[in-house]
């Protein structure tokens, strides 16, 4: 990462890494996306509006391993967060053209989840950046384009509707972020952001990578112990505090470890019933 990039990272939270990709990169990618498409379509796994929002990308798509330490974009994650990473998150995108009326969501976010109510900070710490390769072209707004507000990674909160699908400005500054084929942008997890709805007729593709430092993952080994038969008598909460698998059919085993499911996470059941979760204490709301 040279000087100048870090300062403009610090400054506003990203950066736009123009033509890191070449076109034989852009057109082998585009078609595994397309592929992955395919298949998800053929199974029945779009959301309704056709588009795809895949997690796991290396493991639903192994041929773009390479995009994970790609040497015009990796240097940058290293520069940034050292070298003891590894991708904990990422997803593979698909959005066609919105041909009919969408209902209103307002969708602006920093990254991170829970990390937003846990950490007590101001700024909360940095803890994961994060890589998108374009695949289509966003070099018009309107394209289904990556929104940002340039500099918010330093703002615990902006200013939100009190549900979801209530109509809200959008935060000053915001602006959406423009890109050819080929080219990636780089955030700070905590630069408040949105994808935008495509009214374009091209579909809108793309490739995000995760990164955080790897020990945000459990350090014990736990796992034989689990599967023994002193196990058996261990309570749900013990068994939570031990790492087990908690997620329940139909639940991904990551989006529980990131608590998308209180219901079925002992210690936040254990609490609701004793009255215990203050909802003054965001860490203590579900
Ligand atoms: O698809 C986009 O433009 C935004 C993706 C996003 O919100 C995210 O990666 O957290």
Not at 67 to 75: A, E, G, V
Not at 250 to 260: A, E, I, R
Request: aromatic share 10%.
């Amino acid at each position: 990462m040279t000087a100048e990039q870090r300062a403009r990272f610090e400054r506003d939270g990203y950066l736009v890494l123009p033509g890191v990709l070449d076109q034989d990169e852009v057109a082998r990618y585009s078609a595994a996306l397309d592929r992955v498409y395919a298949e998800q379509q053929a199974a029945g796994r779009l959301a309704p509006d056709g588009s795809l929002h895949l997690l796991s990308a290396v493991a639903a798509l192994p041929e773009v391993v390479d995009l994970i330490d790609h040497p015009r974009t990796f240097p940058l994650v290293w520069s940034v967060l050292g070298w003891n990473v590894h991708v904990y998150h990422s997803h593979l995108d698909v959005h066609p053209p919105i041909r009919s009326p969408k209902p209103y969501r307002f969708e602006w976010h920093q990254d991170g989840g829970r990390q937003n109510r846990e950490l007590e900070t101001d700024p909360r710490p940095r803890l994961s950046v994060k890589l998108a390769y374009w695949l289509s072209d966003v070099s018009e707004p309107g394209r289904g384009n990556f929104k940002v507000v340039p500099g918010s990674h330093l703002t615990n909160r902006i200013d939100g509707p009190p549900r979801r699908d209530v109509r809200w400005p959008e935060p000053p500054g915001a602006v959406e972020v423009t890109a050819a084929p080929g080219d990636a942008v780089f955030f700070d997890r905590r630069l408040w952001h949105t994808r935008t709805d495509n009214h374009s007729e091209l579909t809108r593709k793309g490739m995000f990578f995760a990164y955080s430092h790897r020990w945000s993952y459990g350090r014990d080994e736990n796992d034989a112990l689990l599967a023994s038969p002193v196990a058996a008598a261990f309570t749900p909460v013990q068994r939570q505090l031990l790492g087990a698998p908690l997620a329940g059919p139909g639940q991904l085993p990551g989006d529980h470890q990131w608590g998308h499911h209180p219901d079925t996470t002992p210690l936040h059941g254990q609490l609701a019933a004793r009255g215990l979760l203050d909802e003054q204490y965001p860490p203590l709301r579900p």
